[in-house]
Nanobody, 123 residues
């Protein structure tokens, strides 16, 4: 099993920035991809960005050029932390952001989930 704990959410004005972190514990040797999703009230959960242990990255079109995903690999082999640097934030970025991890190197990680962290962008 893998446990994921997110941090870094909060309230920020439009145009501002936040950095989310997600730390994995447990069977981290099994993790091959991690990512961030978000879900706004009344909307479906959507993928924001994902990264594989080998460094392959994917972004949602709505965040390209503004958000950057990165990861820490322990001894270049074990992925245990993923970050989401969010710049030029917009009110429509307001959501609960969830960290996810997967045992496969895929662009839609979904085996394990964190509890979420709220991001609120005021206009």
């Amino acid at each position: 099993q893998v446990q994921l704990v997110e941090s870094g959410g909060g309230l920020v004005q439009a145009g501002g920035f936040l950095r989310l972190s997600c730390v994995a514990s447990g069977s981290i040797f099994s993790i091959k991809s991690m990512g961030w999703y978000r879900q706004a009230p009344g909307k479906q959960r959507e993928l924001v960005a994902a990264i594989t242990r080998g460094g392959r990255i994917n972004y949602a079109d709505s965040v390209k050029g503004r958000f950057t995903i990165s990861r820490d690999n322990v001894m270049n082999t074990i992925m245990n932390t993923v970050y989401l640097q969010m710049n030029s934030l917009k009110p429509e970025d307001t959501s609960v952001y969830y960290c996810a991890a997967d045992r496969a190197a895929i662009m839609t990680p979904h085996d394990y989930w964190g509890q979420g962290t709220q991001v609120t962008v005021s206009s």
